[in-house]
């Protein structure tokens, strides 16, 4: 193979002395990266290696290369919003679990005073009892006072139920405010 080479560039070589009357003799050495030569132009390679390309083939070579730039510039944006993405998703779970957090905490301090509320009324319901037992000479006292703790139960069973609601609500909340950003998330990904 190499045979083959020494005698084509052997050939060339004859063909362009044959040319040269009417050309310009050109020089590609090591420091040279582009030589521009016209036809019947003479080149004298001084390195190792060179190739020789149409202009035709050197102009659909410049536009593949504009067209790898683009699809460079196009993954390289591509991969920004990607990060910028998965840093959101990351930053939106972190917002989820302290939401989580914060449901579980407010749950658990809201039933503990509910708790409360309905020990501190079983206490009153018990004492009224004792009271009614040791009252009864006093009865219309004791009829004023019953009256009085009936408005105050309701009262409270009031205060319950929009402590309930109030409870409700925040769960509601807390828990449309999970799906929106579960679709949030959906949407984005």
């Known amino acids: 193979m190499n045979d083959f080479l020494k005698y ?13 009357a009417n050309s310009q003799q050109l020089t590609f050495d090591k420091n040279s990266d582009l030589i521009k030569a016209k036809k019947g132009d003479t ?19 410049n536009d593949k290369l ?3 730039d683009t ?22 779970d972190d917002m989820i679990r302290k939401l989580r957090s914060d449901f579980e905490r407010d749950s658990l ?17 018990e004492d009224l009892k004792e009271n ?8 219309t006292e004791l009829q004023k006072r019953v009256v009085r703790l009936q408005e105050l139960i309701t009262e409270l069973k009031k205060e319950m139920r929009g402590i309930w609601w109030n ?8 828990f449309a405010a999970g799906i929106g950003t579960g679709a949030v998330l959906i949407l984005l990904l």
């Open 132 to 139: 009614n037992q040791m009252l009864k000479v006093n009865n």
């Open 8 to 20: 084509s560039l052997l050939f060339f070589v004859l063909i362009a002395i044959a040319f040269q």
């Open 71 to 92: 699809i460079k510039r196009i993954y390289n944006n591509q991969s920004e919003n990607h990060r910028e993405l998965i840093q959101n998703i990351d930053e939106l």
């Open 43 to 61: 080149i004298i390679i001084k390195t190792d290696s060179a190739y020789v390309l149409s202009g035709k083939r050197a102009d659909y070579l």
């Open 167 to 174: 409870g409700i609500a925040d769960k509601v909340i807390a």
């Open 66 to 68: 504009d067209e790898l």
């Open 109 to 125: 301090i809201l039933s503990q005073n509910l708790s409360n509320v309905i020990n501190e009324l079983n206490l009153i319901s």
